[in-house]
């Protein structure tokens, strides 16, 4: 089992930056992959960013280019860097991670990306 703390969010102005951080309560990255996800307002939740137990990173075709993906395992954390920030990018994020069978989530965190 693990928790999974989400920070980082808030109210940005459209083409600025924001860096969400998911702290895990135990050591898993690295041993696991690790995913983020977000969820517009009448919008499924859909994949944004996923790094692999070995490092491998992918991205969803509309944030491509604009967010990293990255961990520190010292820290037990994952981030999430957003940069030229969209309106349509608003959406609770959540930090995923899948360990034997089971979908363990945070608790989510805002972003908001208007003027």
């Known amino acids: 089992q693990v928790q999974l703390v989400e920070s980082g969010g808030g109210l940005v102005q459209p083409g600025g930056s924001l860096r969400l951080s998911c702290a895990a309560s135990?050591?898993?990255?690295?041993?696991?992959?690790m995913a983020w996800y977000r969820q517009a307002p009448g919008k499924q939740r859909e994949l944004v960013a996923d790094i692999g137990s070995g490092g491998r990173l992918s991205y969803a075709g509309s944030v491509k280019g604009r967010f990293t993906i990255s961990g520190d395992a010292a820290k037990n954390t994952v981030y999430l860097q957003m940069n030229s920030l969209k309106p349509e990018d608003t959406a609770v994020y959540y930090c995923?991670?899948?360990?034997?069978?089971?979908?363990?989530w945070g608790q989510g965190t805002q972003v908001t990306v208007s003027s």
């Open positions: 995923h991670v899948r360990i034997s069978g089971a979908n363990y």
């Open positions: 135990r050591s898993i990255f690295g041993t696991y992959g």
